[in-house]
């Protein structure tokens, strides 16, 4: 279970607040109520986690062998990873199983050299960005009212929010993910053609 921050009780209010309920001081467990929001909220924030968002996706991540025998232990905080570049060199196909990477296509869990990995992490509430935090709250709202109160009018309207929140994603998403159709990789520079060249000839 996620350990309680104020990220976690501002999350706790705010579904408790779009159901109709009183907010709390602090987070008690032993109340069955605020046990089940919190594990909501638990939920929907891997459920979003695992979409693999710019923030908590990084390329290129280095997995040295960590013993004699080659193996490489998968960081407990890895949701997702794959091979780096798998889609153009199929030399070998990287799985997680029980913690350590296995290649399917050698059959080994034998490793000579460091593989680099695009890795999708698990982070706590408190470290997302804003609107992730409030897309969350609003998506496990709906959640909450779908399955404590049963009102479908409640229940669309917060749906309704959840919407919003996604969009507000997504537009960080394509901020900060610095996208471009010709594929550029990262650590590379290419400046595209600017019109008022045509005026400087």
């Known amino acids: 279970m996620q350990q309680p921050t104020e990220s976690m009780l501002i999350a706790v209010n ?17 109340n069955p109520e605020i046990s089940y929001v919190v594990n909501i909220i638990n939920e929907v924030l891997l459920d979003v986690l695992n979409e693999g968002w ?19 232990f998968v960081p407990s905080n890895a949701l997702r990873l794959d091979i780096s570049q798998g889609q153009v060199f199929r030399t070998t196909d990287v799985v997680n199983r029980g913690g350590k990477l296995y ?14 990995c695009d890795v999708v992490w698990e982070f706590p509430l408190n470290w997302l960005p804003s609107v992730f935090s409030r897309y969350v709250t609003s998506r496990a709202s709906v959640r909450a009212a779908t399955q404590l109160v049963a009102s479908p009018e409640l229940t669309q309207l917060l749906a309704s929010q959840e919407g919003i929140s996604r969009a507000a994603c997504m537009e ?21 053609y600017q019109p008022y060249q045509t005026l400087a000839r």
């Open 54 to 72: 710019v923030f908590n996706r990084e390329e290129n991540y280095p997995l040295p062998p960590a013993n004699e025998e080659g193996n490489i």
């Open 103 to 116: 290649d399917k296509l050698n059959k080994t869990y034998c490793f000579t050299k460091e593989v680099l």
């Open 14 to 30: 705010s579904v408790l607040g779009s159901i109709g309920q009183s907010p709390v001081q602090r987070l008690e467990y032993k």
């Open 172 to 192: 960080y998403e394509c901020n900060q993910g610095d996208y471009t159709f010709f594929g550029t990789p990262s650590g590379t520079a290419y400046r595209s």
